[in-house]
């Protein structure tokens, strides 16, 4: 098993940036496919990203893409995912969660493993 903490988040304006990180404990998140989701006030978890564990390729959703780059430091068992050109409907709590699957991952039903969330706001 896996045990998921994110940290990063906070008050940005539109446009900026903010990073967000994914400690692992456990095991190395190697072992698992690491992705990002994020609910909105009201709306359902969304899938944002994922990293496959094998080989680290990405795969994001299209209303992030180009914008969001999710990486991990394999020395710091730590997935991180940089955001870029924040805008207000990117404003969610944002989850950290882990899957022992393989290949894309891009639903909530298939992680076996969740962080905290943590909160990121957007602001006009």
């Known amino acids: 098993q896996v045990q998921l903490v994110e940290s990063g988040g906070g008050l940005v304006q539109a446009g900026g940036s903010l990073r967000l990180s994914c400690a692992a404990s456990g095991r190395t998140f190697t072992s698992y496919v690491m992705g990002w989701f994020r609910q909105a006030p009201g709306k359902e978890r969304e899938f944002v990203t994922s990293?496959?564990?094998?080989?680290?390729?990405?795969y994001y959703a299209d209303s992030v893409k180009g914008r969001f780059t999710i990486s991990r430091d394999t020395a710091k068992n730590t997935v991180y995912l940089q955001m870029n050109s924040l805008k207000p409907e990117d404003t969610a709590v944002y989850y950290c969660a882990a899957t022992t699957g393989w290949g894309i991952r891009s639903m909530t039903t298939e992680y076996d493993y969740w962080g905290q969330g943590t909160q990121v706001t957007v602001s006009s």
């Open positions: 990293i496959n564990k094998s080989d680290g390729r990405p």
